[in-house]
């Protein structure tokens, strides 16, 4: 069965940080291309890091410098990184295959406001 599970959004002031977990399902993760999404409300939704099977990282422009996408094999498990967040950061941040993209998730809540 493929699932994805996000966790670890929440509430945070600008510039604090916080850390995305995503648990896989071993079949979707083991796509050449995992990545990390996100929606903002009344936006579309869009990819803000991929990371290759072989830890191969890209990171959009928005995000570059700031945030660092990372994965963990042996535990079907990807991560996200978050530092100095901005409001416009604030969004539901979602996993996915970015190469075989599967069922979405519920994603998690991330909110940059003082």
């Known amino acids: 069965q493929v699932q994805l599970v996000e966790s670890g959004g929440g509430l945070v002031q600008p510039g604090g940080s916080l850390r995305l977990s995503c648990a896989a399902s071993r079949s979707i993760f083991n796509s050449f291309i995992m990545g990390w999404y996100r929606q903002a409300p009344g936006k579309q939704r869009e990819l803000v890091a991929s990371?290759?099977?072989?830890?191969?990282?890209n990171h959009a422009d928005s995000v570059k410098g700031r945030f660092t996408i990372s994965r963990d094999n042996a535990k079907n498990t990807m991560y996200l990184q978050m530092n100095s967040l901005k409001p416009e950061d604030t969004a539901v941040y979602y996993c996915?295959?970015?190469?075989?993209?599967?069922?979405w998730g519920q994603g998690t809540q991330v909110t940059v406001s003082s």
């Open positions: 990371i290759t099977r072989s830890g191969i990282a």
């Open positions: 996915n295959s970015v190469t075989a993209t599967a069922a």
